[in-house]
């Protein structure tokens, strides 16, 4: 019970976090071109790669990004409300879908920009040795400990992991142990605090903390393929959006999305 509700509380603290990084992303004009700033909305996976591409395109460009990060499910909820933003990228298809339905984005600039994997994860200091497979032995790895990942009615990390547990065979034996995450940086903290003893997280979370270790990579097959679609979004008046889109596609962000793990799709 201490534990569940050390887990409560990393989640509220991550929570107020990123609250506060969404509000210092709001965009403020540059002192040096005079124009407001790229404002992007992207999946909390993102973080590391974006992060170090957005510098590098305002050292080559002199503009400047607004990266703000979240659940996929909560960037598309922002966009339905109203929220000021250029550029809107998912970690899965379901919420740019969501947000097209919607007509928030323009239909014409979306791209399939990136894959990633699933993977199970333990603090680094762990001394499991658990393999993927049909039926394994999830649950009693877990014992009374709780399995992290982002909430699986929503958060697309949540909802890949979920798809690769019930076609193993395990959901059910599980669920009831799920801490669910509002994304997948908080479920990958939960872990690398110790908070958890297992989670579940991209390839690209766990590459990104040397607090975690992997303990084994879901087969492809066991849920849908992982991918990033990008587009801008229909409210946006930025003359710089459409350049930051194709920046994503140059080579030199590509070598940054593989440095981080990621695979760029052509």
Aim: proline share 5%; glycine share 8%.
């Amino acid at each position: 019970m201490a534990k569940f509700a050390r887990l409560l509380m990393c989640t509220l603290t991550l929570a107020f976090a990123g609250l506060a990084h969404a509000q210092e992303a709001r965009p403020s004009e540059s002192a040096a071109t005079g124009t407001k700033p790229v404002v992007v909305f992207a999946a909390a996976s993102l973080k590391n790669a974006l992060d170090t591409i957005g510098k590098d395109w305002e050292s080559k460009t002199g503009n400047k990004v607004a990266l703000s990060f979240a659940a996929s499910s909560a960037l598309a909820k922002q966009l339905e409300s109203g929220a000021p933003a250029d550029l809107f990228v998912s970690a899965d298809l379901k919420w740019m879908d969501w947000v097209a339905e919607r007509k928030l984005i323009d239909p014409a600039s979306r791209k399939t920009l990136l894959g990633n994997t699933l993977v199970l994860i333990a603090p680094k200091e762990s001394t499991f040795s658990l393999k993927i497979e049909k039926g394994f032995k999830l649950a009693e790895a877990l014992g009374d400990g709780r399995l992290a990942m982002g909430e699986p009615k929503s958060v697309p990390a949540g909802i890949y992991g979920q798809a690769a547990l019930t076609s193993l065979g395990v959901w059910e034996a599980v669920s009831a142990k799920v801490a669910g995450a509002e994304n997948v940086r908080v479920a990958l903290a939960y872990v690398a605090r110790g908070e958890a003893p297992l989670g579940i997280v991209y390839g690209t979370d766990a590459k990104s903390d040397p607090q975690v270790k992997v303990i084994d990579t879901f087969p492809a097959d066991s849920h849908p393929p992982i991918v990033y679609p990008v587009a801008i979004a229909a409210s946006s008046t930025s003359a710089e959006a459409r350049k930051f889109l194709e920046f994503l596609s140059s080579p030199d962000a590509a070598k940054v999305f593989e440095g981080q793990g990621f695979t760029v799709l052509k």
